[in-house]
């Protein structure tokens, strides 16, 4: 693999940097980089400072700059060296002015402000975190969001990612031979989401997740007759109570939680609407 050197600057924390760096460098396969990251660069002398930095390992540098004054001396020094650059933000923030007719403030870090989102958020976090596994059923009623499934169908990770965006998701497996919890068929009024994978998968899954755990490989936890019938006795109960359903063998857990999220979206418009 091709192997390439990257900057990323940041008047913050970087996670927006990462996240898009990360997401353009996937369509790269070949490219394998080296990463050096330069979060919270908050005045033109610091800026200064690492501009050595750049000189002893040149490579691409991109930066989320908000501040046009530390964002000149990254450029102007860009540009003598002959360093090529990626400003992730000013071209957005630029065009979004010329569109809403307003000036940018031009202070970084606002998306990591402390205020009532910021709060929610951590909020949704915890339940959901003390909520996980079917632990805590009778505080179900408090939940935006239920994922229920068998074992290895990605609730827990589902929920979190859920939880980051300050969704309260709670999960209940799906155990052979155990009813579902009374307080989940008690609040029919909740919106519910069944969560299904393929048997084939199941059993990989499991598989290996025993030998990481340096358990016996064979048990009915990965029988493959054992392993169907619990994927049917799952959309059994799913079609009983009228869940939705996502299978999830070919989704990864973003994709998951962003089809929970617009089937709640829908959930939401549709009981509104009959209000």
């Not at 630029?94 to 007719?101: D, F, I, K, P, Q």
């Not at 069944?194 to 048990?219: F, H, M, W, Y």
């Not at 009915?220 to 994927?231: G, L, M, P, S």
Request: charged share 25%.
């Amino acid at each position: 693999m091709k192997q390439v050197t990257f900057h990323l600057v940041s008047d913050a924390t970087g996670d927006t940097l990462e996240q898009v760096a990360k997401a353009a460098l996937a369509q790269f396969p070949d490219i394998e980089p080296i990463k050096h990251h330069w979060p919270m660069i908050r005045t033109t002398r610091h800026m200064e400072r690492i501009i050595p930095e750049f000189k002893e390992k040149p490579g691409l540098i991109m930066f989320t700059l908000v501040n046009p004054e530390i964002e000149e001396v990254l450029v102007g020094a860009c540009k003598e060296y002959n360093w090529p650059y990626i400003s992730v933000m000013q071209g957005i923030i630029r065009e979004l002015g010329m569109h809403l007719g307003e000036t940018s403030i031009a202070r970084p870090g606002l998306q990591h402000e402390m205020n009532e989102a910021y709060y929610d958020r951590i909020d949704a976090i915890h339940y959901t975190l003390a909520h996980d596994d079917g632990q805590l059923t009778e505080g179900l009623r408090e939940a935006d969001i239920i994922l229920v499934g068998v074992s290895r169908t990605s609730k827990t990770p589902t929920c979190i990612y859920l939880a980051n965006r300050g969704i309260k998701a709670a999960n209940v497996p799906i155990v052979p031979g155990c009813p579902i919890p009374r307080e989940l068929e008690e609040n029919k009024h909740k919106f519910v989401v069944g969560l299904v994978n393929s048997a084939d998968r199941l059993i990989q899954i499991r598989r290996n997740r025993l030998l990481s755990l340096k358990q016996d490989p064979e048990t009915t936890y990965v029988d493959e007759d054992a392993v169907r019938e619990e994927v049917r006795m799952a959309r059994r109960l799913f079609s009983k109570h009228g869940w939705p359903v996502i299978d999830v063998t070919r989704r990864s857990i973003e994709e998951t939680a962003v089809a929970v999220m617009n089937l709640k979206q829908k959930y939401d418009a549709e009981k509104k609407g009959t209000v």
